[in-house]
T-cell receptor, first 116, second 111 residues
Framework: EAQVTQNPRYLITVTGKKLTVTCSQN?????MSWYRQDPGLGLRQIYY???????DKGDVPEGYKVSRKEKRNFPLILESPSPNQTSLYFC???????????????FGPGTRLTVL | GENVEQHPSTLSVQEGDSAVIKCTYS??????FPWYKQELGKRPQLIID?????GEKKDQRIAVTLNKTAKHFSLHITETQPEDSAVYFC??????????FGKGTTLSVSS
């Protein structure tokens, strides 16, 4: 089954304790992205990757790191989480056609993170 | 930075009525405009998209219009049904750059 998976789905942690949220897709998509969703603010892009070893900052990259060593995986790293990073996080992936042209994004199920 | 304004933030209609959601974008280079629907507790899903070389696109009860000169695009839902109740997001972007989402419109369709 074609899908985007995220782990963990729920996480409660404390300020400063490094964490990684994994994202994996089995559709051979070039493009992957991370978003955070907060009430009243919609979806905001954190980082995106057009292909392996290529990553770029989105709207709200501060406090986050990403890497794209393999096509299927795009982990989100919070080196020193703070309470303002409490949010619902979505990973997404899509095909891109020649020149990086976007197509439909497929979203993962979401990870609800609480930082105390 | 680039911005997408989406209006209204909430919209309540009676079943069978039409619903219109409008978005304005700031980057004139944007050329891809998808719309996503997010039902309560679920992930966003694409419902329709339009590219800058097209002015209008329809898919059954859903249509999107694009005015590149005015830098705005709209989602039209006709004959609304209770299952259309959800949050709708407009998005603006261009090849290889960040995608910018609007803040969302909560549509409620009452029967």
């Amino acid at each position: 089954e074609a899908q985007v998976t995220q782990n963990p789905r729920y996480l409660i942690t404390v300020t400063g304790k490094k964490l990684t949220v994994t994202c994996s897709q089995n559709m051979n998509h070039e493009y992957m992205s991370w978003y955070r969703q907060d009430p009243g603010l919609g979806l905001r892009q954190i980082y995106y990757s057009m292909n392996v070893e290529v990553t770029d900052k989105g709207d709200v990259p501060e406090g986050y790191k990403v890497s794209r060593k393999e096509k299927r995986n795009f982990p989100l790293i919070l080196e020193s989480p703070s309470p303002n990073q409490t949010s619902l996080y979505f990973c997404a992936s899509s095909f891109t056609t020649s020149g990086g042209i976007y197509n439909e994004q497929f979203f993962g199920p979401g990870t609800r993170l609480t930082v105390l | 930075g680039e911005n997408v304004e989406q209006h209204p933030s909430t919209l309540s209609v009676q079943e069978g009525d039409s619903a219109v959601i409008k978005c304005t974008y700031s980057d004139s280079a944007s050329n891809y405009f998808p719309w996503y629907k997010q039902e309560l507790g679920k992930r966003p899903q694409l419902i329709i998209d339009i590219r800058s070389n097209v002015g209008e696109k329809k898919d059954q009860r859903i249509a999107v219009t694009l005015n590149k000169t005015a830098k705005h695009f709209s989602l039209h839902i006709t004959e609304t049904q209770p299952e259309d109740s959800a949050v709708y997001f407009c998005v603006s972007g261009q090849a290889g750059t960040a995608l910018i989402f609007g803040k969302g419109t909560t549509l409620s369709v009452s029967s």
